[in-house]
């Protein structure tokens, strides 16, 4: 069979896709299982919660993390079937990114210069890295095994994508704890943390995904 028909085949099999997707979602609740245990075992609830979660800045941390999460799975599931063209859901994230963005300027606004470096560096940074990584690595074994099933042409991508899902939804479960609320603290310890995790699986993806 030559290798066109065979992507042609791959892309037209309808019931390969809807296991895909149910097959990813049992898998998310694999490894959110595993992540809640571990959070469970390390970690508690920061007091307050979940009433705080109305606070705007704490609120946005939420917003960043889980619409980049519900971005990285719809990106996954469209890098692991042949052929098709991701470009055009690249767009959507521009959702938590302009959502961080205008938290960063609203708070670089109202907040004294003196005021920056402090939330900017917090109490917990090296405790965020670290957390937010370990959290999110039963979510990446687990979104990787399934994502396993497909097809990728570019496996690196769509292991990149398993991460950015990984991490983005572990850094969400540490929120629950964070009380570093600074959006300057987000943008550059949640997201190098959530970078660390998306590169991870952008190397394992190039081996394991490929097919």
């Given at each position: 069979m030559k290798t066109d028909d065979l992507i042609r085949g791959l892309a037209a099999d309808t019931r390969r896709e809807r296991s895909l997707e149910s097959g990813l979602a049992r898998?998310?609740?694999i490894g959110l299982a595993g992540a809640v245990a571990l959070f469970a075992l390390i970690l508690s609830p920061?007091?307050?919660m979940p009433g705080l979660m109305m606070e705007p800045r704490i609120l946005l941390k939420f917003i960043?993390?889980?619409s980049l999460a519900a971005t990285s799975i719809w990106l996954?599931?469209?890098l692991v079937r042949p052929g098709a063209d991701a470009r055009p859901l690249v767009w959507a994230l521009a959702i938590p990114a302009g959502a961080l963005m205008l938290g960063v300027v609203t708070e670089l606004v109202v907040t004294p210069l003196q005021g920056w470096m402090p939330g900017l560096f917090g109490?917990?940074?090296?405790?965020?890295?670290?957390?937010v990584t370990l959290m999110a690595a039963p979510v990446l074994v687990s979104a990787l095994y399934a994502l396993k099933r497909g097809a990728p042409e570019h496996p690196m991508l769509a292991g990149a994508a398993g991460g950015a899902l990984a991490g983005s939804?572990?850094?969400?479960?540490y929120a629950l704890h964070c009380v570093d609320d600074s959006p300057l603290f987000v943008l550059v310890w949640y997201g190098i943390a959530i970078g660390f995790v998306t590169a991870a699986?952008?190397?394992i993806g190039r081996r394991v995904l490929s097919w």
């Open positions: 898998a998310l609740g920061r007091a307050g960043v993390t889980l996954a599931l469209r109490h917990s940074a090296i405790y965020c890295l670290s957390l939804l572990g850094a969400a479960l699986g952008a190397l």
